[in-house]
């Protein structure tokens, strides 16, 4: 019978597999342009960590897997900014609605978590 050797991991070995994978872990992320409230002009602008992720007009969706951890979210029309500071754990998937209100002669954007 031939002999069996077991062979223990190094801690390159293990770091390596944690490396590979904290890669696979993802989260998501949603923004939505569809409330009845939105009033349909100007174009929002959706950033994700200073990264664009889109432009919205009514009736549009943005959705984007990203790391898992913290994470500004920022919305505009170029006129009014909203940022919203967010954390997503692994498998997480957070939506959010942006909608353009009328107010004071002008429109003014505001995203919220649903």
């Known amino acids: 019978m031939g002999v069996i050797t077991e062979i223990e991991p190094t801690d390159k070995d293990i770091d390596n597999v944690v490396r590979d994978l904290e890669k696979s872990w993802t989260a998501g992320i949603t923004v939505r342009r569809q409330s009845k409230e939105d009033v349909g002009y100007r174009e929002v602008f959706v950033s994700l960590d ?11 969706v943005i959705t984007r897997e990203t790391t898992p951890g913290a994470h500004r979210l920022q919305a505009h029309n170029t006129l009014f900014w909203k940022t919203l500071e967010v954390t997503l754990a692994a498998g997480e998937h957070a939506s959010f609605m942006a909608v353009n209100r009328a107010g004071w002669g002008t429109y003014s954007v505001l995203a919220f978590f649903i």
């Open 50 to 60: 200073g990264v664009l992720l889109g432009i919205l007009r009514h009736g549009d």
